[in-house]
């Protein structure tokens, strides 16, 4: 009890856009976007529906920053990646290798956000789903200039062959913990491996 307490207090101390942004992150994640309504968010948020609806004009609204955000912090894997390994798109794409390797084996119990996200926002018309189209077109670009960068033939097509089996894969472990997926950073080292560029 004096833990739900302590952590009431704390949520109480920050900005109430944050606590809002965070109580539907939160939640959104645990139970479902269309699950969760705004009342529930509120009461997270230890604020009120009036205050919700001042910062987020909708519950649109709101699901439309989660989403922002959570791209935002899709872009950061990138960013951190050409801050750590400047002028060297080989090492960049070790890394990147090994950050899909932690994220497929420790992904969250109800794994990825945004794809959850995108099942539920199927109508072509919600606000969130462009947000989405957006990040996802960004990451296979990022990999094709990668792959450009480091010297890769035909780097598009080698971007959509590691796109399409890092995405199949994380959906694949949302279904069972088990099965092709957990060997699908072997395939992406074999992948790349007759791909690379030839030694002169």
Not at 44 to 68: C, P, Q, W
Not at 128 to 143: G, S
């Amino acid at each position: 009890m004096a833990t739900t307490i302590n952590r009431t207090a704390e949520t109480a101390l920050a900005p109430p856009r944050e606590r809002i942004l965070n109580a539907a992150r939160e939640l959104f994640y645990r139970h479902g976007i269309r699950a969760v309504g705004v009342e529930a968010i509120a009461e997270t948020a230890v604020t009120n529906k009036m205050t919700l609806y001042r910062h987020f004009g909708s519950k649109d609204e709101l699901i439309a920053a989660y989403i922002t955000e959570l791209a935002k912090e899709g872009d950061e894997v990138w960013e951190t990646l050409a801050r750590d390994y400047p002028g060297d798109p080989n090492a960049q794409l070790e890394g990147w290798v090994r950050y899909v390797e932690k994220v497929l084996t420790d992904g969250g119990e109800r794994g990825c956000a945004i794809a959850n996200a995108a099942v539920e926002m199927r109508e072509i018309e919600h606000p969130a789903r462009q947000i989405i189209d957006d990040y996802k077109t960004r990451k296979r670009n990022r990999l094709v200039n990668l792959f450009r960068d480091a010297g890769y033939a035909e780097p598009e097509q080698l971007a959509d062959e590691v796109f399409l089996l890092f995405e199949g894969a994380r959906i694949s472990i949302q279904c069972c913990s088990s099965g092709p997926a957990l060997g699908v950073v072997r395939m992406l080292r074999s992948l790349l491996a007759e791909h690379a560029p030839k030694k002169s």
